[in-house]
């Protein structure tokens, strides 16, 4: 992980050993099962072949007799097939409110479009869980905090190089800033990626690398038993960039982390780590402004394992500039453990299970839940906001504004954030780790 040479695998640099088992290329196809019509309607299509069940073809001498049977079997046929098809609709698509889901909007910059009102949530982008949630506010270059009612924490930390866009919690021993583990690591479009401890300085986040040219959009942690690296996601350069636990920059070969059938101008717009596989990202980039472009069908997902190798990729179905990446909580129904992308492009969220979409989440008025300027989805904990939750962060209004809020299974009690003003709420512990 320390050494600056080449690499084979960025979980270490001196052996190219797998660190996992691969994955196998197909991706599992977890389809409800499908339902035969019953015996006796077999023995019904049987009889129309004037087949007698196990036995030969029997011949009827006259032939307006035969047409009648037929056309009395066929009837009877239909009647039997529909009582079959009746009988095996799978339990799930009876309760269709199982499947729809409430969205709560807990905290805004904009007065009176959430219970909580803070200045500073502008064009939030990545979320991070500690013991609160922290959110990468790319409008005002700053990282604030949340409980887990969406009540708005003492913690304010400024993001050197601005924008931060992926986040990720750190719970081990390097990533160090000024001698100490950074607790909390940002990306930026500005190339910087920077770590936050709050012994070290609790307003202010410390660069830890930095490379010229480079427009981070996302960011992730993988770790393994050599010990974790950081993947960002370069979407000017078109690549993944990896990062040992000492900030140094890993040197992949031209093969990880890559998907070739990709189309040139997709450039990765984040990473993550789900189940222990990578997932990118892939969004349409507009050459001469370097901004992602949405449209239907614009965008690509792929799995790769931790050497970097690629494993499956799922369905464009539904892709629109896609841009989060997680776990369905287990509390929502047949999408639970379901991969989860969320669009960027139109504000909508997917779920797919292998290669297979289920398509999109959807309201209780049962249609398509839209969050304009979605960027992360990230499953709740039993401390903030509760397990079967999925906060979101959106960029709302071109990114002028922002909105932090959940989404629960429909008819969920929702928490009742404290209203705050626009300033810290002071409760703060004084220790310096208590509350992240």
Same mark, same amino acid.
């Given at each position: 992980?320390?050494?600056?040479?080449?690499?084979?695998?960025?979980? &270490?640099?001196?052996?190219?050993?797998?660190?996992? =088992?691969?994955?196998?290329?197909?991706?599992?196809?977890?389809? /409800?099962?499908?339902?035969?019509?019953?015996?006796?309607?077999?023995?019904?299509?049987?009889?129309?072949?004037? &087949?007698? =069940?196990?036995?030969?073809?029997?011949?009827?001498?006259?032939? $307006? %007799?035969?047409?009648?049977?037929?056309?009395?079997?066929?009837?009877?046929?239909?009647?039997?097939?529909?009582?079959?098809?009746?009988?095996?609709?799978?339990?799930?698509?009876?309760?269709?409110?199982?499947?729809?889901?409430?969205?709560?909007?807990? +905290?805004?910059?904009?007065?009176?479009?959430? *219970? +909580?009102?803070?200045?500073?949530?502008?064009?939030?982008?990545?979320?991070?869980?500690?013991?609160?949630?922290?959110?990468? $506010?790319?409008?005002?270059?700053?990282?604030?905090?949340?409980?887990?009612?969406? %009540?708005?924490?003492?913690?304010?930390?400024? /993001?050197?190089?601005?924008?931060?866009?992926?986040?990720?919690?750190?719970? !081990?021993? !390097?990533?160090?800033?000024?001698?100490?583990?950074?607790?909390?690591?940002?990306?930026?479009?500005?190339?910087?990626?920077?770590?936050?401890?709050?012994?070290?300085?609790?307003?202010?986040?410390?660069?830890?690398?930095?490379?010229?040219?480079? #427009?981070?959009?996302?960011?992730?942690?993988?770790?393994?038993?050599?010990?974790?690296?950081?993947?960002? *996601?370069?979407?000017?350069?078109?690549?993944?960039?990896?990062? #040992?636990?000492?900030?140094?920059? /890993?040197?992949?070969?031209?093969?990880?982390?890559?998907?070739?059938?990709?189309?040139?101008?997709?450039?990765?717009? $984040?990473?993550?780590?789900?189940?222990?596989?990578?997932?990118?990202?892939?969004?349409?980039?507009?050459?001469?402004?370097?901004?992602?472009?949405?449209?239907?069908?614009?965008?690509?997902?792929?799995?790769?394992?931790?050497?970097?190798?690629?494993?499956?990729?799922?369905? &464009?179905?539904?892709?629109?500039?896609?841009?989060?990446?997680?776990?369905?909580?287990?509390?929502?129904?047949?999408?639970?453990?379901?991969?989860?992308?969320? $669009?960027?492009?139109?504000?909508?969220?997917?779920?797919?299970?292998?290669?297979?979409?289920?398509?999109?989440?959807?309201?209780?008025?049962? &249609?398509?839940?839209?969050?304009?300027?979605?960027?992360?989805?990230? =499953?709740?904990?039993?401390? /903030?906001?509760?397990?079967?939750?999925?906060?979101?962060?959106?960029?709302?209004?071109?990114? %002028?504004?922002?909105?932090?809020?959940?989404?629960?299974? *429909?008819?969920?009690?929702?928490?009742?954030?404290?209203?705050?003003?626009?300033? #810290?709420?002071?409760?703060?512990?004084?220790?310096?780790?208590?509350?992240?």
């Amino acid at each position: 992980m320390r050494s600056r040479s080449a690499v084979s695998s960025p979980a &270490r640099t001196s052996t190219g050993a797998p660190l996992i =088992p691969e994955p196998p290329m197909s991706m599992p196809n977890a389809s /409800i099962p499908l339902h035969s019509p019953s015996d006796s309607a077999k023995t019904c299509f049987e009889t129309v072949l004037n &087949r007698n =069940p196990g036995s030969r073809v029997s011949r009827v001498t006259s032939a $307006n %007799k035969e047409a009648r049977m037929r056309l009395r079997i066929i009837t009877a046929c239909a009647v039997a097939v529909s009582t079959a098809a009746t009988l095996t609709i799978p339990a799930q698509a009876t309760t269709p409110k199982q499947n729809r889901f409430d969205v709560v909007g807990l +905290v805004s910059d904009v007065r009176g479009k959430a *219970a +909580v009102t803070d200045p500073k949530l502008v064009n939030p982008w990545g979320l991070a869980m500690g013991k609160t949630l922290w959110v990468s $506010n790319a409008g005002t270059g700053t990282a604030t905090v949340y409980s887990g009612q969406g %009540k708005k924490e003492r913690t304010e930390v400024a /993001i050197p190089g601005g924008a931060p866009t992926g986040q990720v919690f750190n719970g !081990g021993e !390097g990533f160090t800033v000024k001698g100490k583990p950074a607790t909390f690591i940002f990306s930026s479009p500005s190339g910087a990626i920077t770590g936050w401890n709050a012994e070290v300085d609790p307003k202010n986040a410390i660069i830890g690398a930095f490379t010229r040219g480079a #427009d981070y959009k996302g960011l992730a942690m993988a770790e393994t038993d050599d010990g974790a690296f950081l993947l960002a *996601a370069d979407f000017a350069g078109g690549r993944l960039h990896a990062f #040992d636990e000492d900030f140094r920059r /890993i040197r992949l070969s031209r093969s990880q982390f890559r998907d070739r059938t990709v189309p040139a101008n997709y450039h990765p717009f $984040n990473v993550e780590v789900v189940n222990g596989n990578v997932w990118v990202a892939y969004a349409l980039r507009d050459s001469e402004t370097g901004k992602s472009v949405a449209g239907s069908g614009k965008g690509f997902v792929s799995r790769f394992d931790l050497n970097g190798r690629l494993t499956g990729r799922i369905a &464009r179905v539904g892709l629109n500039a896609p841009w989060a990446i997680t776990k369905a909580p287990r509390g929502m129904g047949r999408y639970a453990g379901a991969l989860l992308v969320g $669009n960027f492009g139109d504000g909508t969220i997917h779920a797919y299970r292998g290669n297979r979409h289920l398509g999109a989440l959807r309201a209780a008025d049962n &249609r398509p839940i839209t969050l304009p300027g979605l960027w992360d989805l990230e =499953p709740g904990t039993a401390a /903030i906001g509760g397990e079967n939750t999925l906060w979101f962060s959106a960029g709302s209004d071109g990114g %002028k504004h922002g909105l932090l809020g959940m989404i629960r299974p *429909a008819g969920t009690k929702a928490p009742t954030p404290a209203a705050t003003p626009t300033t #810290d709420s002071g409760n703060q512990s004084k220790s310096p780790y208590r509350g992240y």
